[in-house]
């Protein structure tokens, strides 16, 4: 019995003999069942992955995005605030957090103190590397052995403003580094700013604070995970 070129199924010879073909459809038809039996189930959002480079093998499940909300903390009036524990953990390397809406009862700077079962890490081991642009000035200042990453973000009366900060390698036990980038807006004359942090450990965190460099804050903090 000839085979199909592509996928091997058993089909009938042209000299065949008419009797035999339930025989022949029948075999036919349990070479196609087989292949595609992973075609079959999944629900309904859920997309078709390949699983390796073989014909046909696939699997269902979720599209990824890439960024996946680990969870968000919403805090109004306080000094300063934890996300919970286990934010940070196996599942990922790398995290995207983004503040939002910070509004506070004076205009100051917000900073990060990293986290691990339960208790801040205020040792004397965190630096900044700084590049402001205001206008056309271009300003740069380098701070070290400070006990938390110092003006993570703004923390204002009225003044929009916003910051996104992407941490590498919090949970492994290796040194823990981040990338700031945010502008205020004041009086329609923008300032951009980037911040370079870094902490001279190798401590496995789970989770970080935030704490205001005075008065009290408002408003809300989303962590995303980076797919690997």
């Known amino acids: 019995m000839p085979t199909t070129t592509n996928f091997g199924w058993t089909t009938p010879a042209d000299t065949a003999l008419v009797k035999d073909g339930a025989s022949a459809i029948r075999t036919l038809g349990s070479g196609i069942d087989t292949s595609f039996v992973d075609f079959k189930g999944g629900t309904t959002g859920q997309v078709l992955k390949k699983t390796s480079g073989t014909d046909l093998d696939v699997e269902w499940g979720t599209a990824s995005s890439g960024l996946t909300l680990i969870n968000t903390t919403t805090f109004s009036g306080v000094s300063s605030v934890s996300v919970p524990a286990s934010t940070f953990s196996a599942t990922y390397d790398n995290y995207l957090v983004r503040f939002n809406n910070l509004s506070s009862t004076v205009n100051e700077w917000a900073g990060i103190r990293l986290r691990a079962a339960g208790t801040d890490d205020s040792g004397a081991n965190y630096r900044k590397q700084v590049l402001d642009v205001n206008g ?34 919090p949970f492994l036990s290796e040194v823990t580094t981040a990338l700031d980038i945010g502008g205020i807006e004041s009086n329609a004359s923008p300032v951009f700013l980037i911040r370079f942090f870094g902490i001279n450990t190798t401590t496995s965190y789970d989770s970080f604070t935030l704490i205001a460099a005075s008065g009290n804050i408002t408003g809300s903090i989303s962590v995303y995970g980076l797919s690997k």
């Open 136 to 169: 056309t000035s271009v300003s740069a200042a380098r701070t070290l052995n400070s006990t938390s990453w110092l003006e993570v973000c703004y923390q204002n009366t009225s003044v929009p403003n916003m910051w996104t900060l992407e941490i590498q390698n």
